[in-house]
């Protein structure tokens, strides 16, 4: 059985807009050869990743944060558009007259919720390598052809916790720390260190506010990068 995936977008990718005949649509961007967020690779979506959900007419969803009992659209009734070009997965939906698509539609308007996602499994990909900004070659994931589900809009935490920038610092302090020994360090070293490690862990006084479990976690990669750091950085400060 193939795995049910999720996938968030930026939510300059949202609009809403308000017709005069008084109907209100949300309109989306799946965009294509557009890089993803690190997620232990980078990921891809070709123009041919849809091609097969719209020719086959499939009964895609728009759903208010992936719940099933928050129906915002569908493909079977019209209200729910789906078209590809060159730049991506077009998306538009016409809300519904209930009192959630009202709720959906005055936190997107007034910037309090505008996260949008995709549910989909995967038909056909591809992985490659690229090189990073660092230098170093990562694994690429090419998504050739996907079946979609559903999409949906006012996501309210991200798929993907760590952002590209902080994932490749962890990376490229990883790679400097390789093979140094904390005595062999001056104090000002150490320091230097501790001050650069101290920005990248969590704070230990000041716990994160606990948040539901995303759809899809981040990879065990920044997980065991961050183990990593915090067992350097414990060995560090015996050594002072």
């Avoid at 007419?57 to 129906?71: E, F, I, P, Q, Y």
């Avoid at 559903?150 to 902080?166: G, H, I, L, N, R």
């Amino acid at each position: 059985m193939k795995e049910y995936q999720k996938r968030e977008l930026k939510a300059s990718e949202i609009q809403i807009r308000e017709l005069e005949d008084g109907k209100r649509v949300i309109e989306g961007l799946i965009p294509y050869n557009s890089r993803s967020e690190w997620m232990g690779w980078y990921e891809y979506i070709t123009p041919s990743a849809f091609t097969k959900t719209i020719n086959d007419g499939a009964d895609v969803r728009a759903l208010w944060n992936h719940d099933t009992t928050k129906l915002l659209g569908r493909v079977k009734n019209n209200s729910l558009r789906l078209r590809s070009d060159e730049v991506g997965l077009h998306i538009e939906c016409d809300l519904p007259q209930t009192s959630y698509a009202e709720d959906v539609y005055n936190l997107i308007r007034e910037g309090y919720n505008t996260g949008m996602s995709f549910g989909f499994t995967t038909i056909q990909d591809k992985w490659d390598e690229e090189v990073d900004e660092t230098g170093r070659a990562v694994p690429v994931c090419y998504l050739i052809e996907v079946r979609l589900f559903e999409v949906s809009f006012c996501v309210s935490f991200p798929a993907y916790e760590a952002t590209d920038s902080e994932a490749r610092s962890i990376r490229s302090i990883l790679d400097d720390l390789k093979g140094i020994k904390p005595e062999t360090l001056s104090d000002e070293e150490r320091q230097a260190i501790d001050r650069t490690l101290r920005e990248l862990l969590p704070n230990e006084e000041e716990p994160a506010p606990e948040q539901p479990t995303p759809a899809v976690t981040n990879t065990e990669v920044e997980l065991d990068q961050a183990r990593q750091l915090d067992e350097f950085l414990a060995e560090l400060r015996n050594k002072e």
